[in-house]
């Protein structure tokens, strides 16, 4: 671990040069900034800096090219619904400063703020139109806040061991099949050998031929064909008996030419006990085969098949006892597990929960906000409605964001509720989210995004001054913010519409909400 500093200030001023032009410099380090490399073995991913202002954090990088942190270059694009940050560098290169120069300058970015806002000099909009436009766009906090290191790849920038390891080893290789073998209800000594299957790396005759090894091959079960992997798995009319009376008795196609076919045709609608147990009857069956076969090859032993067979309902029984897993009521789920003699606990259906939307106190004023994300790249949307206590409609905001992901999505709607209070210059609010990590971050001041720090921060403080309280309702209860949240998927790009009465498409949801009824919840348990 190293810990150095930056003794350079903020710079923000402008130098004659002979022929009476200006150039200019934004060096967007702050004073006596600290950089925090934490190096582990080397690897060259592990490196965060702590950065000045909340509302930002250096991405990472390597010791060896740290960029500079230019403070007002790391925007979202506002044309696209995808992420996109611009590249850091010093204002410097970008400008084309000569480095003899930069030494002369000593202006803080302090000194372009002016009772809370950007006092941008007029050099630098004439210079630089996009970095004003970005400058002006960072939210600055009304109170003083200190310096926090965030990690990039967590929402809350805490670093965590789980992702400090994910973020040193990756993500490693995605195959679809991974979740079939490696979970908690297969023990890894029984999936290992269909894992070999898959990579056709077991020793049988066929595969020691292809090292190089001269021997004389014949299948132990069937005696009558030579031994390869597919022969002895699926070929064989021995071992094809015991797929057939595993497929009959549970009802299922336990048929493949491969093992990776064998294991992922059976995806389907079935209940999660069916698609467990079936799974556990495919790696257990390759398994004991794989075992008999040993056994034969190396010990001349050779048990009947129906002896394999038990070893199999035995191992799946196992299985099931690992997971608990409950089924559904169901003639698939009964034969199944009736035959390997498994206690069938079905989802029972706990009657419906009325939920209504409460009014709020006398004298205050409620805002139920939502946030919404949709899209493979999200596009978010938040909605927000404000009633009185006597249940009268007095404004709705529908918002598109742009890219978010439903909890940033749920996080903006809320701020958008709050900001929209302060705008009206209400003393008595209620601010109600279907989202626990909101109500979580308002009431305990954890889990707040890094990328909006600031702007919570500004937010949290203006309910600190007046009566404001966050609860948490029930999606059913927070229909009508629902449904002006999905109608800001369908505006324009970061564009916002305001109904100071109630639009047609929300009359049914606030005439249900103003008489008391409800909307209903069902369980599984």
């Not at 400063?97 to 030494?103: E, F, N």
């Not at 091959?217 to 008996?241: D, N, R, W, Y």
């Not at 698609?275 to 085969?289: E, F, G, K, R, Y």
């Not at 906000?369 to 790249?377: A, L, M």
Request: charged letters at 20%; proline letters at 5%.
């Amino acid at each position: 671990m190293s810990i150095w500093s930056d003794s350079s200030k903020i710079r923000l001023t402008n130098h004659k040069k002979g022929d009476g032009t200006r150039s200019f410099l934004i060096e967007l380090c702050q004073k006596n900034i600290i950089f925090l490399c934490l190096k582990i073995f080397q690897h060259p991913e592990a490196v965060a800096m702590l950065v000045s202002f909340p509302t930002n954090v250096q991405k990472l990088g390597s010791e060896e090219d740290i960029p500079s942190y230019d403070r007002f270059s790391e925007k979202r694009s506002k044309t696209s619904k995808t992420p996109k940050i611009n590249k850091v560098i010093h204002l410097a290169d970008r400008w084309n400063i000569p480095q003899q120069v930069t030494a002369s300058l000593a202006m803080k970015v302090s000194d372009c703020i002016s009772n809370g806002n950007w006092c941008i000099p007029e050099f630098v909009v004439h210079k630089d139109v996009e970095l004003a436009l970005q400058i002006s766009n960072i939210t600055l906090p009304m109170v003083g806040i200190s310096d926090k290191l965030c990690w990039t790849a967590a929402f809350d920038g805490e670093l965590t061991n789980k992702i400090a390891f994910k973020s040193l080893n990756g993500s490693g290789q995605k195959v679809s099949w991974a979740s079939l073998l490696w979970n908690t209800y297969i023990p890894p000594s029984r999936s290992f050998i269909p894992w070999r299957l898959l990579h056709m790396k077991l020793p049988t005759d066929e595969n020691l031929r292809k090292r190089g090894c001269t021997i004389v091959s014949m299948c132990g079960f069937c005696l009558q064909a030579a031994e390869s992997s597919h022969h002895i798995f699926f070929e064989c009319p021995v071992t094809s008996k015991l797929w057939e009376w595993l497929g009959k008795g549970s009802d299922q196609v336990l048929n493949g030419t491969n093992c990776l076919q064998i294991l992922t045709n059976r995806v389907g609608p079935n209940s999660k006990l069916v698609h467990q147990t079936m799974n556990s009857v495919v790696v257990h069956t390759l398994w004991a085969i794989w075992i008999e076969r040993n056994q034969w090859y190396f010990h001349s032993k050779q048990q009947p098949m129906s002896t394999l067979f038990n070893i199999v309902l035995a191992e799946v029984n196992l299985s099931y006892k690992l997971s608990l897993v409950k089924g559904e009521s169901s003639m698939l789920d009964y034969k199944v597990a009736k035959l390997f003699n498994i206690p069938l606990k079905a989802n029972r259906v706990i009657p419906s929960i009325d939920v209504v939307w409460s009014y709020p106190s006398e004298g205050f004023i409620k805002f139920n906000c939502d946030g919404s994300s949709v899209g493979s790249q999200p596009c978010g949307s938040v909605g927000v409605v404000i009633r009185d206590s006597l249940a009268s409609f007095l404004g709705a905001i529908s918002s598109n964001i742009g890219y978010a992901t439903p909890l940033e999505a749920e996080f903006r709607a809320c701020m958008l509720a709050i900001e929209k209070a302060k705008e009206l210059h209400l003393t008595n609010i209620c601010l109600e989210t279907d989202s626990l990590r909101v109500v979580t971050a308002y009431n305990k001041g954890v889990g707040i995004p890094w990328q909006m720090r600031a702007r919570w921060i500004n937010c949290k403080h203006f309910c600190d001054s007046i009566i404001c309280t966050c609860v948490h309702v029930l999606r059913e209860g927070n229909m009508v913010a629902d449904a002006l949240a999905k109608h800001g998927q369908g505006l324009s790009m970061h564009s916002t519409q305001w109904w100071p009465s109630a639009p047609p498409f929300l009359h049914q949801l606030l005439a249900r909400d103003s008489l008391g009824l409800p909307f209903f919840r069902s369980h599984m348990t």
